[in-house]
């Protein structure tokens, strides 16, 4: 069921909040799941830009960017709670990232997402230029 928006909602850069907020929202993707306190704290300590919704002292939406600020910038944990999809948060936070002025020199912006194509698509972002691979820790354990 999604929340109307009677209250304003709010965005911010602050990374001194509670970190139960934003591992609640990570709860509910499952790329996300069962992330620890411990090291989402690590996480935002080293991230370059990070940008949360919140209504009132609830945070609804989170994103997050690793840049160099001056040719490339990748925008990872897009995610809105569920009861508040649908009504343009994840756009405004997209839009707060891309539009930054600390990442105005950023030449390209890179994201990877399994199946929100059409969400990115509408901000511009396209899947035809180049193909990402990657290395993942977990399946290659037996080597270490
Ligand atoms: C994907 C997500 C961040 C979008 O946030 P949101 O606030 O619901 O999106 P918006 O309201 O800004 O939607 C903007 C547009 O994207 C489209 N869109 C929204 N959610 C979508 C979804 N799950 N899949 C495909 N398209 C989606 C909407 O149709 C909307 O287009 P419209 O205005 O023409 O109707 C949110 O649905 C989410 O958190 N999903 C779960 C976590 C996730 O998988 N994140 C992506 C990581 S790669």
Redesign the pocket.
Known sequence: MSVPLKTMITFSERTDFDLAQLLRLYD??P?AKGRTLEDARRMLGQTDLAISAWDGPRMI?FGRVLTDYVYRASIWD???D?A?????????IMQRILEHPDLKQVELFW??????Q??YE?LGFSANEQTGMVWARAKHARLE
């Open positions: 509910r993707a790329w939406g897009v995610i809105v569920s508040y999809q649908g009504q343009e948060i994840g756009t405004q994201l990877c997402t399994r199946d929100k059409s969400f509408k």
